[in-house]
């Protein structure tokens, strides 16, 4: 049951708005993905995890895509948003929210959406900070060799009086290393009556939400958490991003090898949030695996196999270089290397897919193997059945796509072209380099090719005429 704002314990802004100018992308910048999710989920993600309902989305740069997304991702969950038409500073921005927590009166969690490394551990410390403290606001800082461009902290006597930013800042304050995250909680009833008393006057012309600091200095004191460095990064170019990347990447890998998982060269393997992986899995260098992967226990996958949202089940190889892309494989299958498993794969136990074999819409039974070089494309086959190398399923006469029905223990020849709609039985036997354009009865033997012709010493008699010497 999801708690209704009035009981909640917490609350939650994610501010969404921003242009993030320096990405240089028509993306809007937190929607950019990283490890698979776009850059907001993860505050987002880490907000849900903490118990805060609702979560509200501080949205503005491409709303509607913005929203669009996150109503996706985050279907079902007490997601709501809030519109910041023009982008005035981050006091005017959490301002837009009020009307979403209209009624709440608990701590509310203030979240960047870009910056998405933050961990639930810090947060959980800036809560019970927020508690112990009793005031009306706590925040994570950090410690800066450089802390340009950062809201330096202001403390007298050590309490925190005010957060000057950079282009506000005395030489003096300059020189403090001590600078806002950009990350609060904060009493509902305080903070919305705070920036509702918001003025631009300073260098940026902004809303400043660092301003609500001093209003809360004056009622008591505020908590400070300090945080990394690392995981208060926010992200304002590509460059940022692939530095996130790895750094969640790092953290995902970790969470898998401590769970049972070989990681063979975990530098090159990009496994991304959201993957679950069986213990005593093998994965080879230069893998790639996406979001809602499910990978089950002692499966081998071998190096530079590429994944997207597939199963696979206990025991089976995929030898390297195979893609899967929405396929299902099945127990002690043994995949690759160099297969190509498209979307409506489902292998049963047992079943073989060798090198250059591509499959789509394709169901194959207990102990199927189709070892070389064939297509199956809309095909339904049965258990124990051979495919020579070198079939086609051929599915498409130009307009529409046709089923290929083959029953259990069938030989099927190599270079055999199934053209389909077209069946064939139990047990039946196809010659190699067959065109089937007629179903084929259980347990029958089909040939299509044309009787071969023996004419003796043809060849010879051929160079003769045209005096060749060779032979
Ligand atoms: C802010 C803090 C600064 C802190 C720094 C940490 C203020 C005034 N300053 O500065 O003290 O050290 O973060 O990174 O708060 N956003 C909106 N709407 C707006 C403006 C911003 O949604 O109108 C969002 C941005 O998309 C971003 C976040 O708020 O996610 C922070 O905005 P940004 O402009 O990066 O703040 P800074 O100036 O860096
Ligand atoms: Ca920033």
Known sequence: MLDSPMTSQLACVVLCAGKGTRMKSDLPKVLHPLLGKPLCAYSIERAFELGASPVVAVVGHGAERVTQTLQKAFAGKPLSFALQANQRGTGDAVAQAKNAL??????????YGDVPLLTRATLEKLLEAYRAEKGALALLSI?????????RLVRRDGALQEIVEQKDATVEQQAIREVNAGIYVADAKFLFEAVSQLKPQNAQG???LTDIVKAAARSGSIAVVKASVEETQGINDKAQLADATKVMRNRVNGIHMRNGVTLLDPATTYIEDGVTLGADTVIGPLVSIGAGCVIGANVHIGQGCVLTQS????GAELKPYSVLEEAVVGMKNRIGPFSRLRPGTELAEDVHIGNFVETKKARLGKGTKANHLAYLGDAEIGQGTNVGAGTITCNYDGYKKHLTQI????FIGSDTQLVAPVKVGNGAIIGAGATITENVPDDALALSRAPQVIKEGWAQRRRELLGDKKK
């Open 143 to 151: 410690e800066m060799d450089h802390p340009h461009g950062y809201g």
């Open 407 to 410: 029953g259990d223990n069938v």
């Open 102 to 111: 209209q009624g709440f009166d608990g701590p509310v969690l203030i979240l």
């Open 311 to 314: 199963t696979v089940h206990d």
């Open 206 to 208: 902004e809303l400043y």
